[in-house]
């Protein structure tokens, strides 16, 4: 049984910092493209950032182009994401993904598994 589970969310004033990290279980995790999306209330959820099976490829949502950085611990089956320089408007539902080493990491779609996400508020 597939598991994704994440950690780290919480409540912090705008400019501040956290760390997600998503631990996987059940799949081989090296073979795995790893996602990070998130979905705010009332907004579909969207791709936030994403980095390929070997960890050399990554992509980000624009609006977190230069503030997140992603990236995995194959060692450890974990895939974090570095928050930097948050805002308001980042507040959302976080949620882990993965998919197999051949999907386009972009296509929200090619994500067949799914954590159960974590919340991360930021207050003005």
């Known amino acids: 049984q597939v598991q994704l589970v994440e950690s780290g969310g919480g409540l912090v004033q705008a400019g501040g910092s956290l760390r997600l990290s998503c631990v996987a279980s059940?799949?081989?995790?090296?073979?795995?493209?790893m996602g990070w999306f998130r979905q705010a209330p009332g907004k579909e959820r969207e791709l936030v950032a994403a980095?390929?099976?070997?960890?050399?490829?990554?992509v980000y949502a624009d609006s977190v182009k230069g503030r997140f950085t992603i990236s995995r611990d194959n060692s450890k089956n974990t895939v974090y994401l570095h928050m930097n320089s948050l805002q308001p408007e980042d507040t959302a539902v976080y949620y882990c993904?993965?998919?197999?080493?051949?999907?386009?990491?972009?296509?929200?779609?090619?994500?067949?598994?799914w954590g159960q996400g974590t919340q991360v508020t930021v207050s003005s």
């Open positions: 059940g799949l081989a995790f090296s073979n795995h493209n």
């Open positions: 993904a993965a998919s197999w080493m051949m999907a386009m990491i972009r296509i929200q779609e090619e994500y067949g598994y």
């Open positions: 980095v390929n099976w070997r960890g050399e490829m990554t």
